[in-house]
């Protein structure tokens, strides 16, 4: 797994300056979420577009790109067990973790149109896999894999729900009101044709927002990875085995920039856009990252997938389903939804630590 991450740089220096690295990371890594965040934002504004649309579409690509590139890298190094595994462990992460914790935060606002359609294709696209994966054992047993075939038939499906997204936020935009919570408050925005109008008036140039955007994913990206790769040189250094390094710190990694990216979008009061990157990226974890791996090389489906991750996942996705048909009616996601939501991510990796896995 080392050769995924890049530590090469990191394994001969000392241990205060890996410290000093990996404190500096994380400074860039919070301002380049910042930036991030703020250019989604004015994007969302000037253009005219839901937020919670930008969440899922923009800001879910470039915070997917970490585990696409590390999921592709592993398939063509010969590892594809790894990247089957980095992405149902980023869909876990990000569903359980980021979302949970972002529920028991704050109450996060319910978009009943985003729900009713992104929702719902983050469940389907979830079974999908579940489906393919034990339909491939049931088939092939322990040679099953997902070869090129279902790489292509994912990356069919992207293409499509991207096409599809575009459609929807359209509709949105002169659609059913947006049904949001402000300050731990219910409230209605007015989406009638006038007021859609009246938003894309205050256009202005997107210049500004894009290049704040670029500027804040390289950031992201890059510090996320000086993050991790300083951070597991260090665990070395302190005896942490191997084993448990990869269960933990690179399953985490590969996630850390939604979770900055989430967590900062709280900050700065876009609640929006962790849900619409939270259920995004668990989309495109499936369609993109999956099927572009599966297309490099066939991805091999072990025992573990079919009696541990991917039943956590299916329960995940269950869970995370309930939530959302309870959030549909009422118009925001109850605090405590994020408890079992978090629970399930504690079990998992607990699980993961007493068996060694990854």
Avoid at 6 to 11: G, H, I, N, S, V
Avoid at 82 to 100: E, K, M, R, Y
Avoid at 227 to 238: E, F, H, M, P, R
Avoid at 267 to 292: C, M, P, Q, S, T
Wanted: proline share 4%; net charge neutral; with cysteine.
């Amino acid at each position: 797994m080392n050769g995924l991450i890049l530590q090469a740089p990191f394994e001969d220096m000392p241990q205060f300056t890996l410290l000093l690295v990996a404190a500096a990371a994380i400074w860039l890594l919070v301002k380049g979420a910042d930036l991030f965040i703020q250019g989604a934002a004015s994007l969302a504004h000037q253009m005219g577009i839901p937020k919670i649309i930008v969440g899922a579409t923009i800001v879910s690509l470039g915070t997917t790109c970490p585990e696409a590139a590390i999921s592709v890298m592993a398939a063509w190094e010969g590892k594809p067990h790894l990247a089957l595994g980095n992405a149902v462990g980023s869909i876990i992460t990000d569903t359980g973790l980021i979302f949970g914790l972002g529920c028991v935060l704050t109450v996060l606002p319910a978009n009943r149109f985003f729900l009713r359609r992104h929702g719902w294709t983050k469940a389907c696209t979830d079974l999908l896999l579940v489906t393919l994966c034990y339909g491939a054992w049931a088939v092939h047993g322990d040679n099953a894999t997902l070869g090129l075939s279902v790489g292509l038939l994912l990356l069919g499906l992207l293409v499509t729900y991207l096409f599809v997204s575009v459609r929807w936020s359209r509709q949105h935009s002169y659609g059913e009101p947006r049904v949001t919570a402000v300050n731990d408050q219910v409230a209605t925005e007015d989406l009638s044709p006038a007021a859609a109008s009246a938003e894309k008036g205050k256009n202005q140039s997107s210049t500004g927002p894009v290049i704040m955007l670029v500027i804040g994913l390289v950031l992201v990206i890059f510090a996320s990875h000086f993050v991790i790769s300083s951070v597991t040189v260090l665990a070395t250094y302190w005896h942490i085995p191997q084993d448990v390094i990869a269960a933990t710190l690179v399953a985490f990694g590969t996630s850390l920039p939604e979770l900055t990216v989430g967590m900062t979008s709280l900050y700065r009061g876009h609640k929006e856009l962790l849900v619409g990157n939270v259920i995004g990226a668990d989309i495109l974890n499936v369609l993109f990252v999956i099927g572009a791996s599966a297309t490099a090389r066939p991805l091999a489906i072990l025992p573990n997938f079919l009696y541990l991750h991917l039943p956590m996942l299916t329960i995940m996705m269950l869970l995370f389903l309930t939530c959302i048909l309870i959030a549909a009616r009422s118009g925001h996601f109850k605090r405590w939804f994020g408890v079992p939501l978090l629970a399930l991510y504690v079990a998992y990796v607990a699980l993961l630590l007493l068996r060694g896995e990854m």
